[in-house]
């Protein structure tokens, strides 16, 4: 038995009904003090893919993002596929570390639902630009487009809340720097276009998630989610057909 204002309760009684408090919600409609489970699991994911891709030749070859093989043989799977898989160990160790760093405060301002759905729609509009811009004979694989994401949404929470923003802001340049520059000095080749791609989704999303009105938060933010989608759609088929005239 425990103590109470009123006499004594059971153990149980006392852990069931601090279970059906609510926790306290933030200006994003998260929960506060909640276990970032989905961050957790995105790195797990990625890990194994790794492993597997490391094990399979034939499993990256199917899954990376090859335009060719998404407008000629229907493989729009590869949109999202790619997003789990790295081209090396420290290509892996970085994006995993940067989902680590901001992954977990995100997902406890935005909810997980939210959180998931910033990190996939940052993820396929890096995809997307990689899709539409890129040269036919590349094939891109990694998370940087959705981490990239996560990152313009933490500058755009962050302001929202009055947080000192300027770490990630050099962070976002630091990385944009190495983006651009980096292939010419030797550092391999670098997909700008899932950077770019990624980070312009990410703040976009993020900062419908923040802005509107408390009394209408849930149904902006699930229209502009689906609206995303719908023009992600559309610049996919669009690039498609596109790609497919020029073959006929």
């Given at each position: 038995?425990?103590?109470?204002?009123?006499?004594?309760?059971?153990?149980?009684?006392?852990?069931?009904?601090?279970?059906?408090?609510?926790?306290?919600?933030?200006?994003?409609?998260?929960?506060?003090?909640?276990?970032?489970?989905?961050?957790?699991?995105?790195?797990?994911?990625?890990v194994v893919m790794f492993?597997?891709?490391?094990?399979?030749?034939?499993?990256?070859?199917?899954?990376?993002?090859?335009?060719?093989?998404?407008?000629?043989?229907?493989?729009?799977?590869?949109?999202?596929?790619?997003?789990?898989?790295h081209y090396g160990i420290?290509?892996?160790?970085?994006?995993?570390?940067?989902?680590?760093?901001?992954?977990?405060?995100?997902?406890?301002?935005?909810?997980?639902?939210?959180?998931?759905?910033?990190?996939?729609?940052?993820?396929?509009?890096?995809?997307?630009?990689?899709?539409?811009?890129?040269p036919l004979d590349s094939?891109?694989?990694?998370?940087?487009?959705?981490?990239?994401?996560?990152?313009?949404?933490?500058?755009?929470?962050?302001?929202?809340?009055?947080?000192?923003?300027?770490?990630?802001?050099?962070?976002?340049?630091?990385?944009?720097?190495?983006?651009?520059?980096?292939?010419?000095?030797?550092?391999?080749?670098?997909?700008?276009?899932?950077?770019?791609?990624?980070?312009?989704?990410?703040?976009?999303?993020?900062?419908?998630?923040?802005?509107?009105?408390?009394?209408?938060?849930?149904?902006?933010?699930?229209?502009?989610?689906?609206?995303?989608?719908?023009?992600?759609?559309?610049?996919?088929?669009?690039?498609?057909?596109?790609?497919?005239?020029?073959?006929?």
């Amino acid at each position: 038995m425990r103590t109470a204002p009123v006499g004594h309760q059971c153990v149980d009684c006392v852990d069931a009904a601090a279970r059906s408090v609510r926790q306290p919600t933030t200006a994003f409609g998260g929960r506060q003090n909640t276990t970032p489970l989905v961050s957790y699991v995105l790195i797990a994911v990625n890990v194994v893919m790794f492993v597997l891709q490391t094990v399979s030749s034939d499993l990256e070859r199917q899954l990376v993002l090859w335009a060719p093989g998404v407008a000629y043989f229907d493989d729009y799977y590869r949109l999202l596929t790619s997003a789990f898989l790295h081209y090396g160990i420290v290509h892996l160790l970085f994006n995993m570390w940067a989902l680590y760093i901001v992954g977990p405060q995100l997902e406890m301002w935005l909810g997980r639902l939210r959180f998931t759905a910033l990190y996939f729609l940052s993820a396929i509009g890096g995809s997307v630009l990689v899709y539409l811009l890129s040269p036919l004979d590349s094939a891109t694989a990694g998370a940087s487009g959705a981490i990239f994401g996560l990152f313009g949404a933490t500058f755009v929470l962050g302001r929202k809340l009055n947080i000192d923003v300027k770490w990630v802001v050099g962070l976002i340049v630091l990385n944009l720097v190495i983006t651009f520059v980096g292939p010419q000095l030797g550092a391999g080749a670098i997909s700008w276009q899932g950077h770019v791609g990624g980070l312009v989704t990410g703040a976009a999303v993020s900062w419908a998630y923040a802005y509107p009105p408390r009394e209408h938060r849930n149904v902006v933010q699930a229209g502009v989610t689906v609206a995303v989608l719908v023009l992600f759609a559309a610049l996919i088929w669009l690039r498609t057909a596109s790609l497919l005239t020029g073959v006929g």
